[in-house]
């Protein structure tokens, strides 16, 4: 049984920063991705960013250079580092586990990060 849980979010003002945490647990193979997703409030969801077992990574255009994903892979715990958030970025995020063995995708509980003043 993999489980996700996420930690971190809340509210902060128009151009500061979070930090979003996500621990994976139970049968986690060597080759995996984990992400993150966010969710508008009537949009679907979209792709936040990603980083393989291997150290690859994928960010959203709107992202690039704004947040940064990094992972421990001792501790099966990806972060995302935000920075310079706008009220656009006002979402639910999602953690997500992907495991090349098994073809499964796994997700966290969903965290609620808001920005405004």
């Known amino acids: 049984q993999v489980q996700l849980v996420q930690s971190g979010g809340g509210l902060v003002q128009p151009g500061g920063s979070l930090r979003l945490s996500c621990a994976a647990s139970g049968s986690i193979f060597s080759r995996n991705t984990m992400g993150w997703y966010r969710q508008a409030p009537g949009k679907q969801r979209v792709l936040v960013a990603t980083?393989?077992?291997?150290?690859?990574?994928n960010y959203a255009d709107s992202m690039k250079g704004r947040f940064t994903i990094s992972r421990d892979n001792a501790k099966n715990t990806v972060y995302l580092q935000m920075n310079s958030l706008q009220p656009e970025d006002t979402a639910v995020y999602y953690c997500?586990?992907?495991?090349?063995?098994?073809?499964?995708?796994?997700w966290g509980q969903g965290t609620q990060v808001t920005v405004s003043s």
């Open positions: 980083q393989t077992s291997g150290g690859n990574t």
């Open positions: 997500n586990l992907y495991l090349f063995s098994s073809s499964q995708y796994y």
